[in-house]
Structure formats: structure tokens, C-alpha cells
């Protein structure tokens, strides 16, 4: 018969994923909002890490509002993205959510963390490939026929 361990012991032995939230949001022409990191090379889709004791939907909104100074508080799930380990990138869980259509005066009080983002642009679909790392470009295909489908999906990478 096995020994039994603490709960702690147990919990303490689970893996770990890395856990991000993603906003797709758009203008009344249907483009993409994307925005261009300091950090890192390329361009990006709105969003950022899930902190400790944080829904995923929180953490949406509260990316939101610390990257572009908007309050999005009707955001909806559209899917799941799963990436296993690839070199020094942790396996990750991303939930991406649709933020909807910005008005004209929501997009003119987009104010940038200028130690996040250096600057933000609407971009059609096929523009947003050209930009976008592979894991988005991937992601973003079936992201968008699920807004219009009004359906949630689930990716493996």
C-alpha cells in the first residue's frame, strides 16, 4: 500500500502552466487592434499574463486597462489556446476574448503604457498575419470565424 501525502505535498507536485488572456477588439471597419511591445520583437494582440488568484476574464479587463487606458467590461470568451513547451517558452493555456466593437470616442481615449507599448494600430485580418508571431497568426484564423459563428473553440499548437 502507498503512503499517503499532505495535501500540500500534493498540490506542491502539480504542474504548472503559464496562463495568458487575449482581447480581440475592433473598429466599426472591422479591423484588428494590435500593438507593438517594448519588450519584445513584432507586433501583438492586446493582453497579458494571468497574475496568482485571477480569473481569466479579470485579467483581460485589467490588461485592457493597463495597456490601453480602456474599460472593457463586456468582453466575451471565444476560445482556448493550448501550446506545449517549445524551448524556453513555458506550456501555456491563452483564453481569448472578443472586446468588441470600439466607438470612435473609446478609440480616441486609447492612452498607451508607453513602458508596455510604443504604439497601437487598426489592421485588416490579412494585414494582421503579416505582423502577428506564428502562435497569434495561427490562432487568430480560427478566432475570427467563431466571433461570427458565435461559437467557443479550442486550439492545440
Known amino acids: ?49 494571468v497574475d496568482d488568484n485571477e480569473s481569466p476574464k479579470i485579467a483581460a479587463v485589467r490588461e485592457i486597462k493597463e495597456e490601453l487606458g480602456l474599460d472593457l467590461k463586456n468582453i466575451t470568451l471565444i476560445g482556448v489556446g493550448y501550446t506545449q513547451v517549445q524551448g524556453i517558452k513555458p506550456e501555456t493555456l491563452q483564453f481569448v476574448f472578443n472586446g468588441g466593437e470600439l466607438s470612435a470616442d ?15 494600430r487598426f489592421v485588416e485580418i490579412l494585414e494582421a498575419n ?20 458565435k461559437n467557443i473553440t479550442y486550439i492545440e499548437l
Open 130 to 149: 503579416n505582423l502577428l508571431n506564428e502562435r497569434q497568426k495561427h490562432w487568430l484564423t480560427f478566432y475570427t470565424k467563431e466571433i461570427e459563428n
Open 1 to 49: 500500500m502507498k503512503e499517503s501525502i499532505s495535501d500540500e505535498e500534493y498540490y506542491g507536485s502539480l504542474s504548472k502552466k503559464h496562463i495568458g488572456a487575449l482581447v480581440l477588439i475592433f473598429n466599426k471597419n472591422q479591423q484588428l487592434l494590435i500593438v507593438k511591445p517594448t519588450y519584445k520583437e513584432g507586433w501583438s494582440i492586446p493582453g497579458g499574463g
Open 106 to 120: 473609446e478609440i480616441n481615449k486609447i492612452a498607451l503604457d508607453k513602458s508596455e507599448h510604443s504604439e497601437f
